[in-house]
């Protein structure tokens, strides 16, 4: 079944920790788009729980290759702390549209893996980031396998057909 989107919102950053007395916050960015991190940007803040509550930047500062964000309502050191590991999201339905050749991972979760002749290689589980490289997390019949992302071995992805096709050295599935 083809994907049209998310389940649910996209996770885009994680907060680290308060910063200063006024209510800023450190975000670790967990998107290859860092420049959506901007003033006016709506974002869910999500709760350990699950539960959400929408928010909006009203600033946006860089300091050592993190944004420092100002969120609507949080205007104290302890407004700031109470939101210390917390998700942020983006809606669903206000979801960036994607570069030409970028897969979302929503996108390729749940994809059957095919080798270059069609032979069936497993399932993908995730896709995800292993020191700062892509990384396939395939379900395969030998158990779990990492796959790098990386042209060469992910010969395409039909996101529609729900499918990626693989040429992987030799023992990469042993």
């Known amino acids: 079944m083809p994907t049209d989107g998310p389940a649910g919102p996209v996770v885009v950053g994680r907060v680290a920790r308060p910063h200063g007395l006024a209510g800023e916050v450190v975000v670790d960015p967990l998107t290859d788009f860092p420049e959506r991190f901007r003033a006016g940007l709506e974002l869910l803040l999500v709760d350990p729980s699950g539960g959400a ?8 500062r860089w300091h050592q290759g993190r944004p420092l964000l100002k969120l609507s309502g949080v205007e104290s050191l302890e407004a700031a702390e109470a939101l210390r590991g917390r998700d942020l999201a983006v809606p669903a339905d ?10 979302f991972h929503f996108e390729i979760e749940g994809c059957d893996a095919v080798g270059t002749d069609g032979r069936p290689l497993g399932r993908v589980e995730a896709l995800g980031d292993v020191a700062g490289r892509p990384m396939l997390t395939l379900s395969t019949p030998s158990g779990p396998r990492d796959v790098p992302f990386v042209e060469g071995i992910v010969v395409s992805v039909d996101v529609g057909a729900r499918r990626v096709v693989l040429d992987p050295p030799l023992g990469l599935l042993d």
């Open 53 to 60: 509550r929408e928010t909006k930047v009203t600033a946006v």
């Open 94 to 103: 206000r979801l960036a549209r994607r570069p030409d050749g970028f897969v």
